[in-house]
Every structure is written in structure tokens, then in C-alpha cells.
């Protein structure tokens, strides 16, 4: 078992380099014209298999539905998401990517993989291998705990 201090100076690195990575993506999400936040919206819509609700997008995010409008308010202007009605309740509105937003989410991914690859640069295959696993073993424990 580590120290206190020793793990005291590993989170100090982990946030240092979420740092990096995060300044490095938003350096690249920029010339797209998405923020950070547009880009997870974009992703949590993509990923379902039905069109979330709005509600379901604000707690997915975990932001006030306001934050959510607004996301979506920017994202409807650049064509990249619709506001549909749930075909079973009128009242409930829906969002779904456009063709548009597709295009737009493969690049955030390209950025995002190219923000990465610029930080992993110093390290080996078989580093890169390493640290996948011990990340996947660090994601998988925080999941079973939460």
C-alpha cells in the first residue's frame, strides 16, 4: 500500500494530466465551434437508442434542464441536433442528431483522439497497453462502487 503521500502525488499527477488532455481538446474543439460541454451533449445523444427527452439529457449531463436548452439552443443553430415531439406524448420534446450533427461528432472524435495521441506520444506500445488496463481497472472499480 502507497503512502499518503505517494497517492497524494499520483492524484496530483491524474489531475494535472485531465488537465492537459482537457486544454489540448478544447484547443481542438474550438476551430469546430463546439464547447466542451456541446461536444458531451452531442455524444450522450448519439449513444442512445431512441431520441432522449430533455429531462433525460440533464440528468445524463448532470446540469440544470436550463444548461440543457441552452446546449441544444446552440447545437439547433449549427444544424447539429433537431427538437422533435415524442410521438406518445405531445408535450415531452425529444432530440435527435441530424446528418449534420453526425459529421460534427465524428470530428470532435478525430480532435479528441488527436488530443490524446499528443499526450501519449512519449510512451511505447507496450506502455500505452499498460496504462489502458490499469485506467479500465481504475474505471471498472469506480462503476462497481457507485
Known sequence: MLSADADGSLADQLIRLSRRLHRAQRQRLEPLGVTPAQARLLGVVAHGTTAPRMADLAARLDVVPRAVTTLIDGLQER?????????????????ELTDRGRELLHQLRHARREAAEDLLAPLADEQRARLGELLTALDVRQHDHT
Open 79 to 95: 444544424q447539429a441536433v433537431r427538437r422533435v415531439p415524442d410521438p406518445a406524448n405531445r408535450r415531452v420534446v425529444r432530440i
